[in-house]
């Protein structure tokens, strides 16, 4: 009992301390790199002080890094959502179409509703949730293998992009805006941008951790769901429900930023090997939790990586995540998802 409670304990806690240190990194290093007390100094002057440091951190870096948080957050335990509902590891927002859903809808709803920023999670939420039950339908129908539910997010993704590029030549004055958020990234993300979308986030992963266990019968197949007497047709709707709207809220700021959902729940997998998930007994909360947090590290990290590795210049973030999911899912393909 002590051994599991130490661990539960322990992964979560080294966990936090990571992404402290990566938020500290991320306050301090760019174009102009401050220190520590510098930092603290600019926090405690808050946003309306002339100081440059204190401009850096409230206008520049503080969203960015809130937004990195959240956006990595949401689209992994997104991720997490999605491979267990539908018994897939190769799921994932970006992979089955569901990234280009809620980029479709919010790029109509930048159009016609240029002025209602508020609208942007909900047009998202619901691009993201028929874009995902769009999918589903078409692989059950087709016969539900991991490769058929693939090649129809891919075959849907295109078709969600070719109407954002349709929006982009009809509506031209948004048609730069619409590039960056093709390629996805947070050079100009606002602490007022992120409210709306925070909050759903945040509600988003309660949620998922108050369901947990629900989702852990559900990770079991369906029949055996059915046999425990678990109401599976409405949480199968719940959880994609949810899996849309982080992945949707997401994309309202972010932009179109793939593969986040599939690499970091297959890294906690990996770190949560079967003699620890024996050890915490907890399955799929303790997944959420790792996944969350390494979600939210992973794109802070990458993110600072990507305004400072070439500077002056700043390589949008969006890409450099596709440099590096491309690979990981081609591996994933070539059928190593049996080892964790």
């Known amino acids: 009992m002590q051994t599991?409670?130490?661990?539960?304990i322990?992964?979560?806690?080294v966990s936090i301390v990571i992404l402290l240190l990566s938020a500290l990194l991320s306050l301090s290093v760019g174009a102009v790199n401050l220190s520590f007390i510098e930092i603290l100094t600019a926090l405690m002057e808050g946003a309306d002080s002339a100081s440059v440091s204190s401009r850096i951190i409230f206008h520049v870096r503080l969203p960015r890094l809130l937004a990195a948080a959240l956006a990595g957050a949401g689209l992994a335990a997104s991720g997490v959502l999605i491979q267990t509902v539908l018994a897939n590891p190769l799921a994932s927002p970006g992979i089955?179409?569901?990234n280009a859903g809620?980029?479709?809808?919010a790029a109509l709803a930048?159009?016609?509703?240029?002025?209602?920023?508020?609208?942007?999670?909900?047009?998202?939420?619901?691009?993201?949730f028929g874009t995902m039950l769009l999918v589903y339908s078409i692989a059950r129908k087709a016969g539900a293998s991991r490769i058929t539910l693939v090649l129809s997010g891919v075959a849907i993704s295109g078709l969600m992009t070719a109407g954002i590029n349709t929006i982009a030549i009809i509506y031209p004055d948004i048609l730069r805006g619409l590039?960056?958020?093709?390629?996805?990234?947070?050079?100009?993300?606002?602490?007022?941008?992120?409210?709306?979308?925070g909050v759903v986030i945040l509600l988003g992963l309660g949620l998922a951790l108050i369901f947990a266990g629900e989702l852990d019968v559900l990770g079991l197949g369906e029949q055996t769901a059915f046999s425990l007497g678990l109401n599976v047709p409405l949480y199968r709707f719940?959880?994609?429900a949810l899996g849309a709207a982080l992945a949707g809220a997401v994309v309202s700021f972010a932009g179109l930023i793939g593969f986040v959902g599939l690499i970091v729940p297959h890294m906690a997998r990996f770190i949560l090997t079967k003699k620890i998930r024996q050890k915490v007994h907890s399955g799929k909360?303790?997944?959420?939790?790792?996944s969350t947090l390494m979600g939210a590290i992973f794109l802070i990290i990458s993110d600072t990586a990507a305004r400072t590795i070439f500077a002056p210049f700043e390589l949008p973030v969006g890409i450099l995540i596709a440099y590096i999911g491309v690979p990981f899912f081609l591996w994933l393909l070539l059928g190593n998802t049996h080892k964790y």
């Open 96 to 98: 089955i179409g569901v």
């Open 238 to 240: 719940l959880f994609l």
């Open 10 to 13: 322990l992964i979560p806690a």
């Open 102 to 105: 809620a980029g479709f809808t």
């Open 285 to 290: 909360r303790m997944l959420l939790v790792l």
């Open 179 to 197: 590039r960056d958020f093709q390629i996805g990234g947070f050079s100009n993300v606002s602490l007022s941008s992120l409210i709306s979308a």
């Open 4 to 8: 599991r409670l130490q661990a539960k």
């Open 110 to 128: 930048m159009a016609l509703f240029p002025s209602q920023i508020f609208m942007l999670p909900i047009a998202s939420f619901c691009g993201a």
